[in-house]
């Protein structure tokens, strides 16, 4: 069964920082890896897909890495704001795409004006 | 966004009534899924399907079924509800096209049992 580990479960900066959030997975066999966010009361926005095949995705500020033979996946948030304060879930899929994700269970993050 | 709606957007029941829970999608994705979203729990799934008609369990169906009639509308039926189902209930669609299988998600139904 594919477990997926969300490190730090919380994590609080100040403005302007670099920061790192890591996803770890205990199957290698994934078809694809997307990063989400989830603000409060809300629903999840999709930030990231990554395909199997792919090492790494970019959009804006954001970057996200991955290394499949090792279960690992890092969310890079260049230059935080206050606005970026929100959870942040890594999920996976698995079989050919279609059999739905399977959650960590996200990283709260605090940007301090 | 992703033109995903789901209705109602907060329910409160009775133990044992039954509750159907609507996912519409505008987008005409092939693949819909329900999800259950729990503290300390994070996000499961419960059921999906891969067209119309055709459905699968997920982690957490015990007590759950779903129905697919129209490509744009998935059901979740809770036939007997009880106070362990309370939660938030998320739909997702996605679609193949370019073997990519993205997930959007809807803005998510409160269910509460009491």
């Known amino acids: 069964k594919q477990e997926v580990t969300q490190i730090p479960a919380a994590l609080s900066v100040p403005e302007g920082e670099n920061l790192v959030l890591n996803c770890s997975f205990t199957?290698?066999?994934?078809?694809?890896l997307q990063w989400f966010r989830q603000d409060p009361g809300k629903g999840l926005t999709s930030l990231l897909l990554?395909?199997?095949?792919?090492r790494e995705q970019t959009s804006g500020r954001l970057n996200a890495s991955l290394d499949k033979s090792s279960g690992r996946s890092t969310l890079y948030i260049a230059a935080s704001q206050p606005g970026d304060s929100a959870t942040y879930l890594c999920?996976?899929?698995?079989?050919?795409?279609?059999?739905?994700?399977?959650f960590g269970k996200g990283t709260h993050l605090i940007i301090q004006p | 966004d992703a033109g995903i709606t789901q209705s109602p957007r907060h329910k409160v029941t009775e133990t044992g009534t039954p509750v159907t829970l609507r996912c519409h999608q505008t987008?005409?994705?092939?693949?819909m899924y329900w999800y259950r979203q729990d503290p300390g729990h994070g996000l499961r799934l419960i059921h999906y399907?891969?067209?119309?008609?055709?459905?699968d369990k997920g982690e957490v169906s015990d007590g759950y079924s779903v129905s697919r009639s129209k490509t744009e509308d998935f059901l979740l039926t809770l036939e007997s509800a009880t106070s362990s189902q309370t939660s938030v209930y998320f739909c997702?669609?996605?679609?193949?096209?370019?073997?990519?299988?993205?997930?959007?998600f809807g803005p998510g139904t409160r269910l509460t049992v009491l």
């Open positions: 997702a669609i996605s679609d193949s096209v370019d073997r990519v299988n993205e997930q959007f």
């Open positions: 199957d290698s066999a994934i078809y694809n």
């Open positions: 990554i395909q199997s095949s792919q």
């Open positions: 999920a996976v899929g698995g079989g050919g795409g279609a059999d739905g994700l399977t």
């Open positions: 987008e005409n994705h092939r693949y």
């Open positions: 399907s891969y067209g119309v008609k055709d459905t």
